[in-house]
């Protein structure tokens, strides 16, 4: 008998080509890079295959191995307190009755407009040499490893919360009726309901923390002081010893934990679906004077945390010289007179932000697009997925170095991208691309699978159902990318680092060196221009998507 | 005569997942203008059969001609169909008009041929006046109405329904039933519907196709299909059907258990064991005719019109069988739990299979 070969459609032709467009893309600016720092690892400066040997050395450092024990121990710290907070907070927020809850949510979610940079100087103020605050340390140093998990705190909360509020917010009402029905008290509900339930989005925030705390460069850059962390060696080796081989080396160990949990976590992720049952009715929290009091000062506590780190370095960049001269001054705001690129820096961030934005959310929700709902070519469209989801375990400061290493290479026809804003453009499509694509196909896996069947039976080209149908149901997730993509383009420090040009400097990149040029007010002022910028744009989204929402969306509600 | 040649023609079609046989060497004709229903429990391989007439999931083996032209290996596009989903799968952002439109704008219409396409549509499945609403603002019966318009819109060779009234309220299903069958004798597209309710192929299809596990059982009308099944699994699948072990022992005669029946001659084989089979409906209470056997009611079950009761007999040994009595007769003979009764199994009624 002679097989069946299916004949491909000119739809199919096109998409494949579309695919292998993105996926090229993914791989001249993940594959191959990556492909790059693994072999320099390898090799000696004068770029000879050397085996193990840069590896037997770094081990044989103990200089350097040693902050392999630094980058796991503030990790596991800041994971333990981070979750905690995230939980009880979470806890607070969908299981009490307490008051102004959205007041609380919206303040805990802050941390992700910022740079991570941010906290460590606030935490310079308060904590400081001068510290305002100081004595709270009963004479411990903020510089080291207090400094980092404070810093790495408020930066990976938000985080956490929004994990762990989704997996609380699933809670089934009915579980809840049956543990009353059969007499559990309030502790057994708890221990027998309620964290079995979110056991999957606990260990889902604990894997997230870790790796963010791992991998951030920002807080140990600025509030490490001499406690070395692998991500701050990578910069040290490579912007202050010119120690290429030996960055290639550290970033390869770094990729280890990060690659690790990345992948854990997707296995729970993947169990926490299965416990959502469509049937499930939504638990509606009972008022308890008590408890929920106890949850309003907790969140309280939360939110002044975060507030006075961001109010901290709002009142730095505004006063005249701290601690001798409080009075109001906008001197810092003269960033032309310092390093950092001045205020360029700022509009630089603001035109990779919005290129990313745009072209970012276009080339992945088409990827998306194409291996969700493309015919044929399983095996292709597999690896498409894979090199998809790659860069959530690769690490900012490892792509970074990755994209140096290839594309400064003199050998490399795109060499000529080298320290323009087009390669920024491109590394922070990919640093942040696993979150959007995941986005993207949550969204396309809601629409029925037989549109595009029922659309090829109406010979109608696919980029019709795509541009009619699938595009305007898909507007709400496609703004969510958009606003993902310009808010991490903003505040990302660790990729571009090793990226920016002498004239595509960055605002967060202008933080980092100000910081270290010990212009640590300016870097506050900075720092909270991206704060700002982010708020501001993160309005007029909501603003922006409630009335595009509106008039796009009528269809979703009954009349 | 020569006869024309079949509409659609399948031949010898095998589909693979993996290792799993979905359809093996099905091979099945299909003549112009008719509706014929795919019936078979889940997981058969019927949809899988659709969709490889549609070319959506396309068969590893054997080939398909619609029109006389060979699409065995053509994308969808290129196919001559319309089909609906039993997810309806209506553009949910898009107005019904727009739905219904979207073929044809597709096939490059003129505005107003469009239009007066659309409302002709409209008026077929009786909404003229909703074509300015959302899917998501009609009933479940409305949008199935819809999907079935945009699939006819654009007057395809063959009309393939997957499914299409599963996902509706029993009442709804029974009235919709009728209006696709009208509508499809109406118009005399070509159809397919896949379907795993017996009620709904009967009432519907000029031919069924039973498909078990990846193989037709039998093709035929709905009469042939309930009153001659070709295999045990039709017998057991449609309608329902007392199986009792039996041994033939002569010419047109069995035993079952102590007892022997007499039989019609189509079921004759040779001797040798097999599986007899009756439909509780054809059991009749009374001692005329021939096959009668003294039995005792064990349970009985009030289904509305008919009450199903359960019979053992000593004759029959351990096996007992059920039998309908119109509910008339239960309360003119007063039978309940225990009652005592003489019934027979009409010869012409018995069927035999060689067993599974």
């Known amino acids: ?14 998409m494949l080509v579309f695919m292998l467009m993105i996926a090229a893309y993914l791989v001249i600016a993940l594959a191959m890079p990556l492909y790059a720092i693994l072999s320099k690892s390898f090799q000696n400066k004068d770029g000879v295959f050397v085996g193990l040997t840069n590896y037997v050395e770094y081990f044989s450092t103990p200089a350097l191995t040693y902050s392999i024990q630094n980058s796991l121990t503030v990790s596991v710290i800041t994971t333990f307190f981070s979750v905690s907070i995230a939980f009880t907070l979470a806890y607070g927020l969908t299981r009490s009755c307490m008051r ?90 708890f221990f027998t309901v309620t964290l079995p339930g979110a056991r999957y989005g606990l260990i889902s925030a604990a894997f997230v923390v870790f790796t963010l705390t791992i991998t951030d460069f920002g807080a140990p850059k600025v509030i490490g002081g001499g406690y070395n962390v692998l991500a701050t060696d990578i910069y ?25 949990a990345f992948f854990v976590d997707r296995l729970m992720q993947r169990k926490q679906v299965a416990l959502l049952s469509a049937r499930a009715v939504a638990y509606e929290p009972k008022p308890s004077k008590l408890f929920d009091w106890l949850m309003f000062g907790w969140a309280s506590i939360v939110s002044i945390f975060i507030l006075t780190i961001l109010l901290t370095c709002q009142y730095a960049a505004v006063i005249k010289f701290f601690p001798y001269n409080l009075s109001f001054s906008t001197k810092n705001y003269q960033f032309d007179l310092m390093d950092g690129g001045g205020w360029d820096s700022f509009f630089n961030s603001l035109q990779l932000a919005g290129w990313t934005a745009v072209i970012g959310t276009a080339i992945v929700f088409l990827g998306a697009y194409m291996v969700e709902k493309g015919r044929g070519f ?29 594309f400064n290479s003199p050998n490399n026809p795109l060499n ?79 990729a571009v680092v090793f990226l920016y040009g002498p004239h595509t400097s960055l605002a967060s990149v202008a933080v980092l060196n100000m910081d270290d040029a010990g212009d640590i007010a300016p870097a506050a002022a900075m720092g909270m221009m991206i704060f700002y910028t982010n708020a501001t744009v993160r309005i007029i989204h909501g603003i922006l998507s409630r009335g595009v929402l509106k008039k796009t969306q009528a269809w979703r509600t009954r009349s | 005569m020569p006869q024309s040649p079949p509409y659609l023609q399948i031949n010898n079609l095998t589909k693979k997942f993996g290792e799993f046989v979905a359809l093996s060497d099905v091979s099945l004709d299909v003549t112009e203008g008719e509706f014929v229903c795919f019936l078979g429990p889940s997981g058969c391989g019927k949809t899988t059969l659709l969709r490889a007439i549609a070319g959506l999931d396309i068969q590893n083996f054997g080939s398909v001609h619609q029109a006389g032209r060979d699409v065995s290996s053509l994308p969808p596009a290129e196919r001559d169909f319309g089909i609906v989903f039993q997810s309806y799968a209506l553009f949910p952002n898009l107005t019904i008009e727009k739905n219904i439109a979207y073929g044809l704008e597709s096939l490059g219409k003129p505005q107003v041929e469009i239009h007066s396409r659309v409302e002709e549509l409209l008026t077929l499945i009786g909404m003229p006046d909703q074509g300015k609403k959302h899917p998501a603002q ?6 199935q109405r819809v999907a079935l318009a945009r699939a006819l819109a654009i007057s395809p060779g063959l009309l393939l329904l997957d499914e299409p009234l599963s996902a509706l309220d029993a009442q709804v299903r029974v009235k919709l039933r009728h209006e696709i069958k009208a509508l499809q004798h109406q118009l005399g597209v070509t159809t397919i519907m896949v379907t795993h ?32 099944p070709a295999t045990q699994f039709v017998a057991g699948f449609i309608g329902a059907m007392n199986f009792v072990p039996a041994i033939i022992n002569g010419e047109n005669n069995i035993q079952i258990g102590q007892a022997n029946f007499s039989f019609e001659p189509p079921w004759q084989r040779s001797t040798g064991k097999c599986i007899a089979a009756i439909r509780p409906e054809d059991i009749k209470v009374g001692s005329e005719g021939a096959n009668t056997l003294e039995a005792e009611v064990m349970e009985v079950e009030f289904l509305g019109p008919f009450v199903r009761a359960e019979l053992a007999s000593e004759a029959l040994g351990e096996h007992r069988i059920q039998a309908d009595f119109s509910a008339n007769r239960v309360r003119s003979e007063q039978l309940s739990t225990g009652s005592r009764l003489i019934v027979s199994l009409p ?3 018995i069927r035999l299979y060689t067993g599974e």
């Not at chain 1, 040290?236 to 690790?260: H, T």
């Open chain 1, 1 to 14: 008998m002679i097989p069946v070969k299916a004949k491909s459609s000119r739809d199919d032709r096109q």
């Open chain 1, 100 to 189: 102004f809850k959205s007041a609380f949510k919206v303040i805990a979610l802050v941390p992700i407009l910022v740079p991570s940079l941010l906290p460590g100087i606030a935490l310079i103020y308060l904590f400081g040499k001068q510290g305002m605050i100081k004595w709270l340390l009963f004479g411990h140093d903020i510089y080291g490893p207090i400094g980092i998990v404070i810093s790495e705190i408020f930066f990976t909360l938000p985080h956490a919360l929004i994990i762990i509020m989704t997996a609380l917010s699933i809670a089934d009402a009915r579980l809840y009726e049956a543990a009353e029905s059969l007499n559990a008290g309030k502790l057994k509900t």
């Open chain 1, 236 to 260: 040290k080796q490579v912007i202050g010893q010119q120690n290429f081989e030996m960055g290639a080396v550290v970033s390869l160990i770094l990729l280890l934990p990060a690659a690790l």
């Open chain 1, 378 to 406: 399983t095996a292709g469209r597999s690896v498409f997925q894979f090199l998809a989801m790659l860069p959530m375990a690769v690490p900012g400061m490892v792509l970074g170095l990755a994209f140096i290493f290839f």
């Open chain 1, 416 to 494: 000529f991208l080298y320290h323009t804003m087009a390669i920024l453009v491109i590394s922070t499509i990919v640093h942040f691309y696993t979150v959007a694509h995941l986005t993207a196909i949550t969204a396309l896996k809601q629409m029925d699978p037989e549109f595009e069947s029922v659309g090829a039976s109406l010979k109608s080209p696919f980029y019709k159902t795509f541009s009619k149908v699938t595009l305007p149901v898909c507007l709400p997730a496609i703004l969510d990318i958009s606003i993902y993509l310009f808010v991490n383009a903003m505040t990302t420090v660790s």
């Open chain 2, 138 to 143: 009609l009933s479940g019966g409305q949008q």
């Open chain 2, 197 to 228: 309710d017996q009620e709904e192929a009967l009432t519907m299809a000029d031919k069924i196709v039973v498909i078990n596990a990846g193989v037709i059982e039998q093709i035929g009308t709905p009469e042939e299909i309930y009153n001659e």
């Open chain 2, 347 to 349: 010869p012409q009624s």
